[in-house]
């Protein structure tokens, strides 16, 4: 799209080795243990019955200290729990990581700092002693708001225990989020409307809203596979409970700043826009995925998926990690693309155009802003509303 002098003048403002400050810097650290696993879920996730939380944490705290050592001096905007299921981990643990994370980067004076919790696995004390350690902003997986779903998705906890749990978490943070799941079994068009309207007179700033995914080695996904799974809603009705969840959440004042989640203006995930502004972040913890500038390029981190093996490995190797892979300019282009676009904000075509050496095809640009799915102007290209069920799709179409 651009000419190759314009392309020349991008190396005066970009260079490789600073992309990074483009999305920020940001801590994630995957807890991989659950009270049980539930039937849909993908997640690098394992019930165990006895758990050496102080052995955990000296492996975290060692892998801080190793990653430090490869990037210092950065400043941590944010820090996230994942797993698993974090409310599972002491509150001692939690406060030893963010008090290692502390020392091992400049934290941000006003760095945000999510712990994901399951209603069953946490009460008043435990919330409170969260926010003792540092948490100031939590992620609840509630899932459903009645009981027969929740016992349909394997959920451990009821729809009242849910409630609850919210509202003990609202008097401990500043800021709370919740998941639902929709277009689940026997699930109508109505009944969403009105589990919505309900999660949403609920909210305090922030909903995650995911469309139920069948996946191919969970056991849902087995059981669909042997026709097990039934009264799922098409995808012509799940695609209309996306187009309404949009519509409902912004007359909610929360507009969908990113495919799957809606916000009140300013409560935006700090974490997960680091994720899709194409950022870097530091990764620890079984099976977590990072991304590191360093010297030598940016490269993809992984750890070891199993507890034991990626435990062992710290305390006899040093590190959790897996061999890394090396991402070319071009390799980060598309993932830019791939990320960039699921946001509201759209992706930057000067910062695309430097990483992958030439801009977007010009005829793929052309056919899909007459067709209304995409929008673009000097600086940004943006996936419209009537594009967003369709982004896989438009992806195809734009991706090198």
């Known amino acids: 799209m651009r000419s190759g002098s314009c392309r020349r003048s991008l190396a005066e403002f970009w260079q490789p080795g600073e992309d990074w400050r483009a999305g920020g810097f940001a801590l994630y650290v995957h807890w991989p243990f659950c009270a049980a696993k539930c039937p849909y ?138 998941d ?25 700033d922030h909903l995650s809203l995911y469309q139920l995914t069948i996946e191919p080695e969970t056991a849902f996904g087995k059981r669909h596979a042997a026709g097990g799974l039934r009264d799922i809603p098409d995808d012509d009705t799940a695609g209309d409970m996306y187009l309404e969840t949009n519509d409902i959440c912004d007359n909610y004042g929360y507009y969908a700043y990113e495919i799957s989640n809606h916000a009140a203006s300013g409560s935006e995930s700090r974490h997960n826009l680091v994720y899709w502004r194409q950022g870097d972040w530091a990764a620890i913890g079984p099976g977590a995925h990072g991304r590191l500038t360093l010297p030598a390029g940016r490269f993809a981190t992984e750890a070891y998926r199993a507890p034991g093996e990626w435990l062992n490995a710290v305390e006899r190797n040093g590190s959790g990690e897996l061999p890394r892979e090396r991402l070319e300019l071009r390799d980060q282009a598309v993932e830019y693309l791939l990320m960039s676009l699921r946001l509201v904000e759209g992706m930057e075509l000067r910062r695309f155009e430097a990483m992958n050496g030439a801009g977007l095809d010009s005829a793929a640009i052309q056919s899909l802003h007459e067709l209304g799915l995409i929008e673009l102007d000097a600086e940004r290209i943006r996936v419209t509303p009537q594009g967003r069920p369709v982004l896989n799709a438009i992806l195809r179409e734009l991706a090198p």
């Open 180 to 204: 639902l799941i929709y277009a689940r079994q026997q699930q109508s068009r109505e009944a969403w409307r009105r589990e919505l309207g309900e999660a949403l007179s609920m909210a305090v």
């Open 41 to 178: 879920c993908d997640f690098n996730s394992h019930v165990a019955a006895v758990i050496d939380q102080p052995r955990w944490l000296a492996a975290y705290r060692a892998e801080l200290a190793r990653l430090a050592a490869e990037v210092p001096g950065r400043v941590l905007g944010s820090i996230f729990f994942g797993g698993g299921t974090p409310s599972l981990m002491a509150p001692e643990t939690v406060a030893g990581v963010i008090e290692a994370a502390r020392a091992a980067w400049p934290l941000a004076n006003d760095a945000e700092i999510t712990l994901e919790a399951n209603p069953t696995s946490v009460e008043a004390g435990r919330f409170l002693a969260y926010a003792d350690a540092g948490v100031n902003r939590l992620s609840m997986g509630v899932q459903a708001l009645n009981d027969d779903d929740l016992r349909r998705l394997g959920r451990m906890h009821s729809a009242a225990e849910a409630r609850t749990a919210f509202e003990i978490a609202r008097n401990a943070f500043g800021r709370v989020s919740f």
